[in-house]
């Protein structure tokens, strides 16, 4: 409650220029016109804001505050899937929304990330219970909020190419991201620019790393902005890892699996361009479940606090260096602490776990040869 009248520096330009837009232009029929380069998902939200005619700011804070929740929930329930005891379902209500960035996310920053976040962590509940349908719904509407969704892509690869999903429920993702689609193109917003939302952020950027310590910190210098190099990289990893992965001889327990999903969400930021600081907020919630399938090794521990830092270190860098972009009483001073820590050390850590993870997995699945493969609950 403390952060609600700060202002950063989305909502100025953005947020609040958007809702007011929706008021003056008749409320939903303001959907037609290209005033917002969102998805229109989360435009219906603003909407249903502006129709409430409450204070936009709070608003949107308190929207996504209660997605924190919803993001607990399901974090609780990929931990009781492991340890079957009550404790793990209740403790991440007391934890997610209190981790800093979490925190800076929706109540300082405006931003919508917990929304997003929570649809793909209910989509991984959903699928490691069978219930591929769900599955797919929740990961269909995390695409229609967020194109940073992608970065789960290679857990779901990896769960197909073993044969626990079918490749015809992927299907579903462009069926409910057109769905969503519908009511703005039905007020008249052209369906190709609602197509391209996601390729015209993509040309929006020009930066390969916005106050975010990924390798692009060692060779932005060698690539002139062009991103295709790194997209392509990514690419061939996940191809790569999903043949190795899906070879028979890999016995996947749920374990497994949870490794799996925490480097999924953390190498991708690290290697794809056009990373900001908020792109490590799947990875946070991942390493929580890394914590909780082995809560007695200190080095799951260290590797998951380290990917805490690094994501706080990223957020902290960018409210230290950009008092312009918000409100005059900013409390920069707050962050000062963050400038005696080189980008490039951490960007070093932050590989660091990455190596350490698959090194985990690696363990986990040699250690896993006499056992049954772990195909969903019921």
Known sequence: MS???????????????WVETIKLNGYF???SEPFYNYTPLYMYVLTLIAKLDINPLYGIKVVSILFEYGLAYYVGRLAYLF??????????????PLIPTVMLNSAFMSQCDAI????????????????????MIFLGLAFSLKSQTSFVLPFFFVYMLRGHIKWYYFLLLPVVYFITLVPAWAVGRPIVDLLLVYVNQANDSYVLASYFPNIYLWIYQFLDSNKLPGMIFVAILVLLGGFILSQKKYTFSLEAWIVLLFLSSIICPFFLPSMHERYLYLGEMCALLYIAINRKSIWNWLAALSILFVSFFSYAQCLYDQPYFMSADHPQHYFAFIQVVPWKAMSMLYFLVIGYVI???????KSNENRAEFIGEE
Request: no cysteine; net charge positive.
């Open 83 to 96: 340890w079957k005891d009550k404790i793990a379902l209740w403790l991440p209500f007391a934890v997610v």
């Open 29 to 31: 029929s303001a959907l």
């Open 359 to 365: 090194f985990d997995l690696v363990q986990i699945l």
């Open 3 to 17: 952060m609600f009248d700060y202002v950063f520096g989305d909502y100025t330009f953005f947020l609040s220029k």
């Open 116 to 135: 997003y976040i929570m649809l793909i962590v209910g989509s991984v509940y959903y699928l490691l219970t069978k219930k591929q349908i769900s599955a």
